[in-house]
């Protein structure tokens, strides 16, 4: 394997940060999977690592657990190897394709993961904080796909973890659970854990995280708050009741670089949204219910992951 040398103010870095990575690569034939990412987080923080498929999102998650090993680069995860963090029982894993064991009731499960672990939760603490304490004597084959996804994660929680890593946890759960998972995890980050999770729900990442990482063809284009996300897209988004208006009208204004039109109504993003207005106004002075907003998550994530092909 080959490896990069890192400075001591980069080991400084990584023995204060709850994970670090340092020019990480892992290639998969002429596919670049991981194309030299550099991340740091922080103990505390939420990160929502997004990305299209294919952008290297579960790759990076691997490296981070030591499912593989790079290429090129370094881990480290509370200043330890991946294999050793995750020895100590620093850190837990909620993968969407983690195996349940059909035979075995879920009380059996996690009571079985937690003996594996020095210093572990209670049990039925874990059984709690997952909200499946009502499913602790129901085998695993009898289990829908959402109480699965919360049972993996009553398991990654029983090692009581510093670092959670989740991918895309809520996959097949439903409105309600969803959002009875996200209630049990703010109590979880609210004790100063870490949180790492890869999601396709962008209102998760929305709502719940404190930082956004956004991958594209094996490398990190955006990391910041949500706020700062939209501002890397740039641009606003106009929508307003215009009668009369046609598709070439509104391709013709000023800064519009997207627009959709429904009737009367339209939906445009601009680089420059008070020309954009002030020509629309001009044109078409009964225009009315006029709404400026920034762009959202969803649109900075179209707009900063619209190339990815064209750069593999």
């Known amino acids: 394997m080959n490896a990069i040398e890192i400075s001591p103010r980069d080991d400084a870095v990584a023995a204060g940060a709850a994970v670090h990575l340092s020019g990480l690569r892992k290639h998969y034939g002429d596919v670049h999977a991981v194309d030299g990412v550099d991340l740091t987080i922080a103990p505390g923080e939420v990160v929502a690592l997004l990305g299209p498929n294919g952008a290297g999102k579960s790759t990076t998650v691997d490296?981070?657990?030591?499912?593989?090993?790079?290429?090129?680069?370094?881990?480290?995860?509370?200043?330890?190897?991946?294999?050793?963090?995750?020895?100590?029982?620093?850190?837990?894993?909620?993968?969407?394709?983690?195996?349940?064991?059909?035979?075995?009731?879920?009380?059996?499960?996690?009571?079985?993961?937690?003996?594996?672990?020095?210093?572990?939760?209670?049990?039925?603490?874990?059984?709690?904080?997952?909200?499946?304490?009502?499913?602790?004597g129901r085998r695993g084959n009898k289990l829908s796909g959402g109480q699965k996804q919360r049972v993996r994660f009553a398991v990654a929680l029983v090692s009581d973890p510093d670092l959670l890593?989740?991918?895309?946890?809520?996959?097949?759960?439903?409105?309600?659970?969803?959002?009875?998972?996200?209630?049990?995890?703010?109590?979880?980050?609210?004790?100063?854990?870490?949180?790492?999770?890869?999601?396709?729900?962008?209102?998760?990442?929305?709502?719940?995280?404190?930082?956004?990482?956004?991958?594209?063809?094996?490398?990190?284009?955006?990391?910041?708050?949500?706020?700062?996300?939209?501002?890397?897209?740039?641009?606003?988004?106009?929508?307003?009741?215009?009668?009369?208006?046609?598709?070439?009208?509104?391709?013709?204004?000023?800064?519009?670089?997207?627009?959709?039109?429904?009737?009367?109504?339209?939906?445009?993003?601009?680089s420059d949204s008070d020309k954009t207005l002030r020509a629309l106004l001009e044109a078409f002075p009964t225009a009315h219910d006029i709404e400026i907003a920034a762009i959202g998550l969803e649109g900075a994530f179209l707009s900063l992951t619209a190339d990815e092909e064209s750069e593999r």
């Open 63 to 136: 490296l981070i657990l030591g499912l593989t090993r790079p290429d090129a680069g370094r881990v480290s995860v509370f200043g330890k190897a991946p294999s050793d963090a995750i020895a100590h029982g620093t850190v837990g894993a909620m993968l969407q394709g983690g195996a349940l064991l059909d035979d075995a009731t879920v009380g059996e499960m996690v009571a079985m993961v937690a003996s594996l672990h020095r210093k572990p939760m209670p049990v039925a603490e874990a059984l709690r904080r997952a909200g499946v304490e009502e499913l602790a």
């Open 165 to 270: 890593l989740l991918d895309e946890p809520t996959a097949a759960m439903d409105v309600g659970s969803r959002r009875e998972f996200w209630h049990s995890m703010q109590a979880f980050t609210s004790t100063g854990r870490t949180v790492l999770f890869a999601t396709h729900y962008l209102e998760e990442a929305e709502e719940f995280a404190d930082r956004v990482v956004l991958m594209r063809a094996g490398r990190i284009v955006a990391d910041g708050s949500v706020a700062q996300v939209r501002a890397l897209a740039g641009g606003r988004t106009l929508r307003a009741v215009v009668p009369g208006i046609t598709e070439a009208a509104v391709a013709d204004l000023p800064g519009v670089t997207e627009y959709q039109i429904r009737g009367a109504q339209i939906a445009v993003s601009s």
